[in-house]
């Protein structure tokens, strides 16, 4: 099993599904290994200070139709909501008092938003001089063109699973789509950021350890893990929750396979066990993610579930200094 540990260091390309079967499913004293290892990389790539991200979560009004997501177009029980620029812009300011250098907006795919990120976009990165992600799904590749022209850092993209079997019966949508779309954003200039979702239904070990090597081959400047949480009014609302432990160590094995990448330890490892962030940090995350938006709000904006974890700047700051680690300057 060690040995599975071992190749992890050496090139990636040489990996091989049956090479990462143990290390998903690694327990005990592997998985201590592992950990280990994952944060000792962490170290020796510089990226042991945890960088803190403020999300405003800007609208949850979506054109998508995912199984996973209470926020799909279909679901009529919910009211939908978008910020003003005025509300953008005045909670962009309390993420740079907080201290937070990332403004971090998100929200629905639907491009009736893009109007508004043309007036917010240019004030939060030039007067503010804050950075600027955004994570609102696919578009066109001029539009992610001029949301780079506007002030866009960075983007986030996550294409859930590497079966387009898999992919295609959750989102309706095409996996081809979304891997051209990671392409159109990184050869816009911004930075790439994408990920997986552990438990979805169907899916195999196989399946989650093709993920990795998906990650592996696209390089993305940030990958996450999250574990799926079922989310009531949609198809999914019955099936059970994702393993927080192979979660953890896929966070693990991405540290070690990709160095230097920034990785959340996300809100849903929160949601499903007490102190599941501070796991995420210890199993070699960098990244946690606070958030500002509007608590009337934040209650619509159910991309996971109604009961949610809602990260606040103390529980960031202490999940960080459990985990002996610090805020990033």
Same mark, same amino acid.
């Given at each position: ?58 609208s949850n009004y979506c054109q998508k139709g995912c199984d996973y997501c209470a926020m799909r ?11 003003? =620029?005025? %509300? @953008? /812009? $005045?909670? +962009?300011?309390?993420?740079? !008092? ?5 403004? #971090? ?103 989650? =350890?093709? %993920? @990795? /090597? $998906?990650? +592996?081959?696209?390089?993305? !400047? ?5 574990? #799926? ?101």
């Amino acid at each position: 099993m060690m040995t599975s540990i071992r190749k992890l260091h050496e090139a990636a390309s040489d990996l091989t599904v049956p090479d990462l079967l143990p290390l998903l499913t690694a327990e005990g004293a592997l998985q201590e290994e592992l950990f280990k290892q994952a944060r000792t990389v962490r170290r020796e790539a510089g990226q042991d200070d945890v960088v803190l991200r403020g999300v405003i979560e800007i609208s949850n009004y979506c054109q998508k139709g995912c199984d996973y997501c209470a926020m799909r177009t279909a679901n009529k029980e919910i009211g939908r909501y978008m910020l003003s =620029a005025e %509300d @953008i /812009l $005045l909670l +962009a300011g309390k993420i740079k !008092d907080s201290g937070i250098r990332i403004a #971090f907006l998100q929200g629905g795919q639907n491009p009736g938003s893009d109007r508004l990120l043309e007036q917010v976009v240019p004030v939060i990165k030039n007067d503010l001089g804050l950075n600027v992600l955004l994570c609102i799904g696919e578009r066109p590749k001029e539009t992610y063109e001029r949301f780079f022209g506007w002030g866009a850092d960075s983007y986030i993209l996550k294409y859930e699973t590497s079966d387009p079997d898999l992919y295609h019966s959750i989102t309706g949508g095409r996996l081809e789509r979304r891997l051209q779309c990671l392409e159109w954003i990184r050869d816009a200039g911004m930075k790439i950021g994408t990920g997986n979702i552990v438990g979805l239904p169907g899916q195999s070990l196989e399946s989650l =350890a093709n %993920d @990795i /090597l $998906l990650d +592996a081959r696209l390089t993305p !400047d940030f990958v996450s893990s999250s574990p #799926f949480i079922p989310n009531s009014n949609t198809p999914l609302q019955d099936h059970p929750k994702g393993s927080v432990e192979i979660t953890l160590n896929t966070i693990a094995i991405l540290r070690i396979l990709l160095k230097k990448c920034l990785i959340p330890s996300v809100s849903a490892l929160e949601s499903i066990r007490s102190d599941g962030q501070t796991a995420g940090l210890n199993a070699g995350a960098n990244v946690l993610t606070v958030n500002f938006t509007p608590r009337e709000k934040r209650d619509l904006y159910r991309i996971y579930s109604a009961s949610r974890f809602v990260v606040s700047l103390d529980h960031a700051t202490n999940s960080i200094a459990r985990a002996g680690l610090r805020v990033r300057a």
